[in-house]
């Protein structure tokens, strides 16, 4: 079984910065794909950033130029580091790691942009 956990959320002032993590419970050289999605309320889950195993990495329009992906191997973790946030940015972020078929997610964490 995989576990993810992710951390970084909070409440920041438009305008500002967060980094989300996601520590993944084995090595992510297991998976084809790590991605970042987000889900804000009465909305649908949808795809923020995506970083596959031997591929470029990329963003729904509404973050890019804005949000960074990366991943660090020997740690294995999943970044999110989100710069210019705004107030439509709130929203429940999940990291999820891909192998095949199979999809794992972590709980979520919450991400709010707020004056």
């Known amino acids: 079984q995989v576990q993810l956990v992710e951390s970084g959320g909070g409440l920041v002032q438009p305008g500002g910065s967060l980094r989300l993590s996601c520590a993944v419970s084995r090595s992510i050289f297991d998976f084809n794909a790590m991605a970042w999605y987000r889900q804000a309320p009465g909305k649908q889950r949808e795809l923020v950033a995506v970083i596959p195993s031997g591929g470029s990495t990329n963003y729904a329009d509404s973050v890019r130029g804005r949000f960074t992906i990366s991943r660090d191997n020997a740690k294995n973790m999943v970044y999110l580091q989100m710069n210019s946030l705004k107030p439509e940015d709130t929203a429940v972020y999940y990291c999820?790691?891909?192998?095949?078929?199979?999809?794992?997610w972590g709980q979520g964490t919450q991400v709010t942009v707020s004056s």
């Open positions: 999820n790691v891909r192998r095949w078929s199979d999809a794992y």
